[in-house]
């Protein structure tokens, strides 16, 4: 419908500037065109509008009638123009029709004409009929309203456009009367927990007397928290597939617009649409957006987000309530969230949808699996094993780089070194070009050799797992180990061994090349190392100073962070700070030198062979090691899978 009226107003339109354009050459009289008569008193000739007729000034015009020059003279316009015969004695007498225009009808100019015996006539102006006047006064207006309306119409349906000025306070949200967005829990694995917390909310819904017959309340509100990637907007997904109610789905920055009192209005008129379709869903993603702790603006807290916080703790358990009404939302950051929004009666549980264990991990691999095809040798346990830490997002970004590489190798399979660099391309980036340099290769390979031999000679540290001078991203070398499944909790000698890892880079360089041969290549070890250092002395009581945080965990998210940070200890305590991380951080550097020092003829045949081959895997690493020293046997925690 809309695209006939948009063609109709493209026809109507230059139809319309035609038409005014003939009525005022109408309504005109012509352009140029004027009539005559001829003194035997017959009806004038009219001469085109647009007819070449040479021009006369009016003194020379009373010279000719004073001279006897003029025949005949028709006047028009009530007296401005007229056209002249007149005899010209440069063109042998011949008689000429000349234009003049004259200062208007003057009773002098006919009284002469009369006297010379000049033959004139006065044409009157040509009538218009009423109709066609008022037609053309109104032409022009109504082709204006009518573009007006076109531009009106067209830009209806776009944001923010003119049809949109009264739609401002309306609600953004998708409504479904039955969502039907294909995820299924089935669908959803690795979030075990969290899935049957949210379980519970289906089943209310489907079966509200289940609960009821025991005096029980299903939660009002449910608070998805978790890193990004782990599946927070993909469970929302899952109960909206699962529950078969009305379902509003909306993100938290919907809400929040330029004009004071927007967010508050769509929030108003988000529960009203609830609670005409009640029970039902809403779930309100990053809510952070719009739930940020109030009074923490530097210009204060009277903003128009803070209204619509406001308008939503008010909705969610105000005067009136929201019964029938569950609210899901889903941020990453529940620290910087209003107390009042996670209060019981609002938010009554907060669900953690943290990253997947090992089992979770070959869960949700075997859901992402299916459409691809792997090589007999390669197992889905094998993958899990090799990527801890990675959330459901990472885990399905792997199998597709992974897939992409393998059809770019043109293989029918998937296969454990299209994982391999699956997983290094998404940790440490793209591959970069092979080094060619002599010294600086050889440089670059005791550096990583010298972090592996720390990593495989210190008992608590985790095992190592390739070793490669293949540059990646910013590194031009790279040392992969893998640790321990599950290290929630992290021992002192742990994070020693991590220190002295860390530090093994710079011990090879300083032990092989001089102190004053090392390079810059350490510098990201070195920082890592001070972090490792100062938490231990003050976070976590593991220095000389004891048991005692010196340092609080909380940071400042809303006035610069640490710019805004105030100290929490003495001058005196800093300076004992520093020293123990100072002392810490040397004498695990003075260990890591001699350990690399007793192992130089190790050192220097891994070296050989990592030059040669560009890549070591860690058994092979660990296998040349244990020809030259004891290996220690490391403790490791994988649970096996059944």
């Known amino acids: 419908m809309n695209q006939r009226w948009r063609l109709l107003a493209l026809w109507l339109l230059p139809i319309g500037v035609v038409l005014l354009i003939g009525w005022q050459v109408v309504s005109n009289g012509g352009i140029n065109g004027l009539s005559q008569s001829n003194s035997g008193g017959n009806s004038p000739t009219v001469a085109p509008r647009n007819a070449a007729v040479a021009r006369m000034s009016y003194g020379r015009f009373l010279d000719y009638v004073e001279a006897g020059r003029i025949t005949a003279v028709d006047i028009y316009d009530g007296g401005r123009n007229a056209v002249v015969e007149a005899v010209d004695p440069d063109l042998d007498n011949r008689v000429q029709r000349l234009r003049v225009d004259l200062p208007g009808l003057a009773p002098e100019l006919i009284n002469t004409l009369k006297e010379e015996g000049i033959s004139f006539d006065v044409h009157p102006p040509r009538s218009t009929p009423p109709a066609l006047g008022l037609l053309g006064n109104l032409l022009f207006p109504l082709l204006l309203i009518g573009a007006l309306i076109f531009l009106a119409r067209r830009n209806s349906n776009m944001p923010g456009g003119p049809g949109q000025a009264m739609q401002f306070g309306k609600s953004k949200a998708k409504f479904m009367m039955e969502a039907e967005t294909g995820v299924m829990f089935d669908d959803v694995a690795g979030v075990t927990e969290a899935k049957q917390e949210l379980e519970e909310v289906v089943t209310f819904l489907k079966q509200p007397e289940r609960f009821t ?269 893998s640790p321990d499944e599950e290290q929630t909790l992290v021992t002192r000698a742990q994070l020693k061994a991590r220190i002295m890892g860390a530090l093994g880079g710079r011990a090879a360089e300083d032990v092989v090349f001089g102190s004053q041969e090392i390079t810059t290549g350490a510098g990201s070890d070195i920082q890592l190392v001070a972090s490792m250092a100062r938490n231990m002395v003050t976070r976590l009581g593991m220095s000389d100073l004891g048991p005692v945080a010196l340092e609080g965990g909380s940071q400042e998210v809303f006035l610069g962070r640490d710019l805004m940070s105030r100290s929490e200890i003495s001058e005196s305590i800093s300076q004992q700070v520093d020293l123990q991380v100072r002392g810490m951080v040397k004498r695990c550097y003075e260990e890591t030198v001699a350990l690399v020092a007793a192992n130089r003829e190790a050192m220097d045949r891994l070296v050989e062979i990592l030059i040669e081959k560009e890549t070591m895997d860690g058994e092979e690493f660990i296998s040349i090691v244990a020809e030259f020293t004891a290996v220690p046997e490391k403790d490791r925690t994988v649970p096996i899978l059944n």
């Open 213 to 481: 017959s025991v005096g029980a309340q299903i939660p009002r509100g449910l608070l998805l928290v978790g890193p990004p990637g782990t599946g927070k907007t993909l469970l929302a997904k899952a109960i909206a597939g699962e529950a078969g109610v009305p379902f509003f789905a909306l993100s938290g920055s919907e809400f929040v617009e330029m004009f004071v009192g927007v967010g508050a209005s769509r929030v108003r008129d988000l529960f009203k649409k609830a609670k005409e379709n009640s029970p039902c869903l809403i779930f309100i993603d990053e809510i952070d957006a719009v739930g940020r702790q109030r009074g923490a603006g530097v210009g204060g807290g009277n903003d128009e987000r803070e209204q619509t916080l406001n308008q939503l703790l008010t909705e969610m358990d105000g005067f009136e309530g929201n019964n029938g009404i569950i609210i899901i939302a889903a941020t990453n950051r529940p620290d910087v969230l209003d107390s009042a929004l996670l209060r019981p009666g609002r938010f009554d549980r907060q669900v953690t949808v943290d990253a997947p264990d090992i089992k979770g991990r070959l869960a949700i691999l075997a859901v992402h699996s299916k459409n691809k095809k792997l090589d007999g040798e390669l197992s889905l346990e094998s993958i899990a094993r090799r990527t801890p830490g990675f959330t459901g997002a990472d885990l399905a970004n792997l199998m597709n780089e992974a897939a992409i590489l393998t059809a770019r190798r043109r293989k029918e399979a998937i296969g454990l070194g299209e994982i391999d660099d699956a997983v290094d391309r998404i940790i440490a980036g793209m591959e970069g070009r092979p080094l060619t340099d002599g010294r600086s290769k050889r440089l670059i390979a005791y550096h990583e050799v010298g972090h592996a031999l720390i990593g495989t000679l210190v008992k608590a540290h985790d095992p190592v797992q390739k070793v490669t001078l293949v540059p990646r991203g910013q590194a031009q070398g790279l040392t992969w180990f």
